[in-house]
């Protein structure tokens, strides 16, 4: 199986080779792709039962699309199995989807889900909750709803009239279910989990957005002499003015190599790059800022531009130059496009503009800009940098942002543990709740739990 699929291929690629390499990160799901596993059912259903028979539920990336692609299909039953053991693994986590797949499913599956019942203790009483609201007349689903507990009897047994049918409907009617409605149409694969193997595979694609996006995670990475050396090369000839701007953005930690210097030095002089690929360039070269002089014009000028001032907002933070403060005070004002003024919530923390704090403090309260507004409150507030200072600063952050969730204390750590970098001595972050797999990661990646430290 190739390592890269691009989306011309989806088509002519076995359903089971589609799905390992979604669950590898190596594609998206998006309409494209559910196109394909639900173009032709007769040849798509073996590979993905394979696949969905095959992987263990803890090792499943993807086992809330294969639901929705259950769901979507004209005859599910063949996938309860799988269901089974997803509800087995994570009984209390059952979701709108996986009740609609089970329902249409019908009869079939009562027996299984009672067996089901009858072995778990942690979870059970969601499960029966799930037999309740089933459809289906069944007196050994009443005698499990009059063994629950008394207080729970009522609820269970108004489910089960309610959903209740005589000749409950088990067929695609039964659950106009519009699949395409939970997905964009074009959605790139985030690459950053590949190892860099791969990544060097999707370098090479003839499929633009592979590129960039093998760029992207490239960003977060150290790059060795023959990695910096294919990026500079990227960033000179790709065709692509996409692929050329993340390039040079991706050569941001690599100015000591004295190549991707003498490049930067050059390129920000160069007249017959357009605006577009000078903000990106300001925006790798933004370290080299006091040794270059021609950096600055060259952030100014992105800065004019609203489309690309958010790239001038983060040069302006990396160049640590603090006479940015006008422009990033001003790019705070709440009429400004959302991501202006999240990347300028960003760069007031990051300057550490204390007089920020008004506008940082408002955005606490505003989801858009929250979690940029947490990072950015501890870096910028006054405070000491020492552990009792830090704990001070979490206290009052905490209340100002009306308390943190799970995911929000992770930013908020790594907020610290930044400024201590900067300003002290770094202290280590610990987080001891049991986090859900389907939940926001607490390292603040934004990714689900099961994708990213869960994984």
């Not at 087995?88 to 986590?93: I, K, L, Q």
């Not at 207080?151 to 519009?178: K, V």
């Not at 959605?187 to 090479?204: H, I, N, Q, S």
């Not at 400004?336 to 760069?347: K, M, N, Q, S, T």
Request: proline letters at 7%; one cysteine or more; a negative charge.
């Amino acid at each position: 199986m190739s390592v890269v699929i691009t989306p011309d291929e989806y088509g002519s690629t076995d359903a089971y080779d589609l799905l390992v390499a979604a669950s590898d990160f190596r594609i998206a799901f998006d309409r494209r792709l559910v196109r394909a596993l639900l173009s032709d059912p007769e040849r798509t259903m073996p590979g993905i039962l394979r696949y969905a028979l095959e992987i263990e539920p803890d090792d499943c990336m993807i086992d809330e699309d294969l639901i929705r692609i259950f769901r979507a299909m004209p005859d599910p039953l063949p996938a309860l199995p799988f269901l089974i053991a997803e509800m087995r693994a994570y009984p209390d986590e059952v979701t709108e989807d996986l009740s609609a797949v089970l329902a249409r499913i019908g009869k079939p599956a009562v027996q299984p889900l009672l067996d089901l019942h009858d072995t778990i203790e942690e979870g059970a009483d969601d499960l029966l909750f799930e037999l309740a609201c089933l459809g289906i007349p069944d007196s050994r689903i009443l005698d499990r709803i009059r063994a629950a507990p008394e207080e729970d009897q009522p609820l269970l047994l108004q489910m089960y009239e309610e959903h209740f049918q005589a000749e409950p409907e088990t067929g695609p009617e039964a659950d106009p279910y519009d699949i395409y409605a939970d997905y964009e149409e074009t959605v790139e694969p985030d690459l950053e989990e590949l190892p860099d193997g791969d990544l060097a595979k999707f370098l090479d694609s003839s499929y633009e957005p592979h590129r960039v996006s093998a760029l992207r995670a490239k960003q977060y990475r150290e790059h060795d002499v023959e990695e910096r050396r294919r990026i500079l090369a990227m960033a000179k000839r790709d065709p692509s003015l996409a692929v050329r701007c993340v390039a040079w953005e991706a050569l941001r930690d690599d100015i000591a190599d004295l190549a991707v210097q003498q490049a930067f030095r050059k390129a920000v002089t160069d007249r017959e790059l357009s605006a577009v690929e000078l903000a990106s360039v300001a925006l790798g070269a933004a370290y080299m800022y006091y040794d270059v002089p021609a950096i600055g014009p060259l952030i100014r000028a992105a800065y004019t531009d609203m489309a690309l001032r958010p790239k001038a907002l983060e040069a302006m933070w990396r160049s640590a130059d603090y006479s940015f403060a006008p422009q990033v005070m001003e790019s705070l004002d709440e009429l400004l496009p959302d991501e202006v003024r999240r990347h300028a919530i960003e760069a007031a923390g990051m300057l550490m503009i204390e007089r920020a704090l008004p506008e940082i403090e408002a955005a606490l309260l505003d989801e858009r800009f929250r979690e940029q507004a947490l990072h950015a409150w501890i870096m910028a507030a006054p405070g000491k940098t020492i552990p009792a200072g830090l704990d001070d600063l979490r206290d009052r952050v905490e209340d100002l942002a009306n308390g943190l969730s799970e995911e929000e204390e992770a930013i908020v750590n790594t907020a610290c543990e930044m400024r201590l970098s900067i300003l002290g001595k770094p202290e280590p972050v610990v987080t001891t709740s049991k986090v859900g797999r389907n939940e926001p990661c607490p390292c603040g990646s934004g990714k689900k739990y099961k994708k990213c430290c869960g994984g």
